[in-house]
């Protein structure tokens, strides 16, 4: 029996969940292997061969290992083509071009969405965690870059149901972490509930199956 | 005969220096529009339906449009699969295996490499073409963060050839622009030229005629 899929990380990360969300909607089994970040395990030699910088997550199966959440997912899509949601990562017959147009998407949630929200999200979600002071002039800096993102995002989602076009795939699905942080563990929620097109986006989005299993598995207590 | 393709955006930006690189390295014939930036272009109607958060690069051809620099690379390999240099996405033997190894470095680019060296190259290059003061200080944290992830790379460099194994492909030339500058228009040179795989590296990829012809691009006089 081939080793099983692996995914090493605590699910709380954003990056964790992302892989996690793209694991369910592909239907692969998958086992999770928390790092334990606060011992320093992500700086651990035997994990740094699996993720040279030190970060979560990382992949592993029977063919290979990836590194970061957004290659991970891709790779997902393409090794796991016959299995789960087919429409995921662009259907066949609309080859190069239909990549295209998750690919850009993809893209701009990496470059333009996942740096201020990220921010955000450290200051107001993360750092209470981990007993740090939150700095709410970064916040406001990236509340600020944030919105003019999402006024983007809110017209682009009043063209189309979803980010590529008429079905849920990949662009939308990297965005599910942070946006849920932002919805539901700070008080920015408004950013996106607040905007016409991304809050029906989001409602649609954030009711499918797949995430509503990450959220559940980020709200389990963690192995002792 | 189908129309032209077309990148939009001035070849100095590295965004648009890194498309017109795999165009090269691909052979597939382009034109060039430049985007008159200081006139605000970038913000016209016409340019937003191209792109729609008002920055360059933007890319069209017969069959579609697509933004973002990495999403445009990858497009081109997929759509012009059989011109030019065939491996720089992956062979198609070594299918979603090889596209991962690929792809987990040019993620490591978008997210580690590009922040800190677009930083340091905005102060050290751009600010002082556009009047504008060099923030040292910028400079400063942004080299710190750039030589950790250059030391990783360093030793990536040192395991193989090229960051995805031996054929140079996208996860090489995603790097290029940003380490041009680095190397040819900042005194930060050394944080290439100085880590010694990183400098073999250098050497063999900057001397690849399709990155020689971007730079030759990139010095010509602007058409007037």
Chains 1, 2 share one sequence.
Not at 28 to 44: A, N
Not at 94 to 114: K, P, T
Not at 125 to 138: C, E, H, K, N, S
């Amino acid at each position: 029996m081939a080793a099983p899929v692996t995914v090493y990380g605590p699910v709380i990360s954003p990056a964790v969940a992302r892989v996690a969300a793209c694991l369910l909607e592909k239907d692969v089994p998958f086992q999770i292997e928390p790092v334990d970040m606060s011992k320093g395990k992500h700086k651990s030699p035997s994990f740094l061969k699996l993720q040279p910088f030190g970060q979560v997550p990382a992949f592993k199966d029977h063919l290979t290992t990836v590194f970061e959440s957004r290659a991970i997912c891709r790779y997902i899509c393409d090794q796991y083509a016959d299995r789960g949601n087919q429409a995921l990562f662009g259907k066949k017959e609309d080859g190069a071009v239909g990549r295209a147009a998750i690919e850009q998407w993809i893209e701009s949630e990496g470059q333009s969405f996942n740096p201020p929200s990220l921010a955000i999200i450290f200051q107001l979600a993360f750092a209470p965690m981990m007993g740090r002071t939150t700095d709410l002039a970064v916040v406001g800096q990236n509340e600020a870059k944030l919105a003019k993102v999402l006024d983007v995002y809110d017209q682009r989602l009043g063209e189309s149901q979803y980010f590529a076009g008429d079905d849920f795939s990949l662009a939308d699905l990297v965005h599910l972490p942070n946006a849920d942080f932002l919805v539901n563990r700070t008080n920015k929620a408004g950013l996106i509930t607040e905007r016409k097109n991304l809050a029906r986006w989001w409602d649609d989005v954030s009711a499918r199956p797949a995430w509503k299993k990450v959220t559940e598995m980020q709200s389990a207590p963690r192995p002792s």
